[in-house]
Nanobody, 120 residues
Framework: QVQLVESGGGLVQPGGSLRLSCAAS????????MGWYRQAPGKQRELVAF???????DYPDSLKGRFTISRDNDKNTVYLQMNSLKPEDTAVYYC??????????????WGQGTLVTVSS
């Protein structure tokens, strides 16, 4: 079984920064792609950032320049650095990882979500 544990959410003032972390644990061969999604109240879940196994990244145009995704393959951990936060960034942020299981299947795993609130 593979689990993702997220941390780093909380309350921050507009213009502030937060760094989210998401670590995979359990029995698996490796981690392939990683990503962060968010869901604001009353809205659909949306992609925030994506990083492939080779380290290439992708972001929605609206978030480019403010959010940065990175990964530590030795720790099976993905990070999301969020700068210049705005009230509209308030949402539950979910980590997503595509892991390769011990029998070489791809398995999509989701974190439990961490709340980010941007407010003065």
């Amino acid at each position: 079984q593979v689990q993702l544990v997220e941390s780093g959410g909380g309350l921050v003032q507009p213009g502030g920064s937060l760094r989210l972390s998401c670590a995979a644990s359990g029995s698996f061969f490796s981690v392939n792609a990683m990503g962060w999604y968010r869901q604001a109240p009353g809205k659909q879940r949306e992609l925030v950032a994506f990083i492939s196994s080779d380290g290439s990244t992708d972001y929605p145009d609206s978030l480019k320049g403010r959010f940065t995704i990175s990964r530590d393959n030795d720790k099976n951990t993905v990070y999301l650095q969020m700068n210049s936060l705005k009230p509209e960034d308030t949402a539950v942020y979910y980590c997503n990882q595509i892991v390769v299981t011990t029998d070489y299947r791809y398995l999509e795993v989701w974190g439990q979500g961490t709340l980010v609130t941007v407010s003065s």
